[in-house]
């Protein structure tokens, strides 16, 4: 079964400055995609960046962008610039192409601080 | 367009009742999940159903069934609550592809 580990349960960045959030997964797939979410106390899930595996090029959305390396099967995301609204509850999450499982399954989130 | 619309947002049992989550999608999609939420522990799958006429168990089915009533919904439900189903209770749904999870809004039920 495909695990998602993050092992940063807390994170605190300050404004302006750069963080980076780990992820790392384990499965036996060579074809698969990863995503980060965002979580904010509203409790929505919001998407922030998709990976797919047979794309060697890291994903970016603006201030988001990912450090994927398919060998260490690592995923992490780095926000430049931390913003207030950028404060909330982040999550990894990995599925397999579809056609085998179209499950998402999670990493257990960190909590992104950001301060003054 | 309202998206994942999840009903009712919060609900508080007591123990050995039942209770339906509602969901519902407008965005024609042939997936849709139910996930749980708890501190620590991330999103668990507790069903989801691939297209519409099936539906598989995920990684927590036990305690929950759940219906595909139609392509647009997709019902979850607790036939005798216990307090460990205390949690926030997300929808999903999703086309096909690499296009990503769309979720409701949550429901936060409390069994006592």
């Known amino acids: 079964a495909q695990t998602v580990t993050q092992s940063q349960p807390e994170m605190s960045v300050q404004e302006a400055e750069t963080v980076t959030l780990s992820c790392t997964y384990d499965?036996?797939?060579?074809?698969?995609?990863l995503f980060w979410y965002k979580q904010p106390p509203s409790r929505q899930m919001i998407l922030v960046i998709r990976?797919?595996?047979?794309?060697?090029q890291n994903a970016t959305e603006n201030r988001f962008s990912v450090n994927f390396q398919k060998a260490a099967k690592s995923f992490s995301l780095k926000i430049s610039d931390s913003q207030l609204g950028d404060a909330a509850m982040y999550f990894c999450?990995?599925?397999?192409?579809?056609?085998?499982?179209?499950?998402?399954?999670f990493g257990t989130g960190t909590r992104l601080q950001v301060t003054l | 367009n309202a998206g994942v619309t999840q009903t009712p947002k919060f609900q508080v049992l007591k123990t050995g009742q039942s209770m339906t989550l509602q969901c519902a999608q407008d965005?024609?999609?042939?997936?849709m999940y139910w996930y749980r939420q708890d501190p620590g522990m991330g999103l668990r799958l507790i069903y989801y159903s691939a297209s519409e006429g099936t539906t598989d168990k995920g990684e927590v089915p036990n305690g929950y069934n759940v219906s595909r009533l139609n392509k647009r919904e997709f019902s979850l439900r607790l036939e005798s609550a216990a307090p460990s189903q205390t949690s926030v209770y997300f929808c999903a749904s999703m086309m096909t592809g690499n296009s990503p999870l769309h979720f409701g809004n949550g429901t936060r039920l409390t069994v006592t």
């Open positions: 965005m024609n999609h042939n997936s």
């Open positions: 999450a990995y599925r397999a192409v579809p056609g085998t499982a179209s499950k998402l399954t």
């Open positions: 990976q797919e595996a047979y794309k060697q």
């Open positions: 499965t036996s797939e060579s074809d698969y995609y």
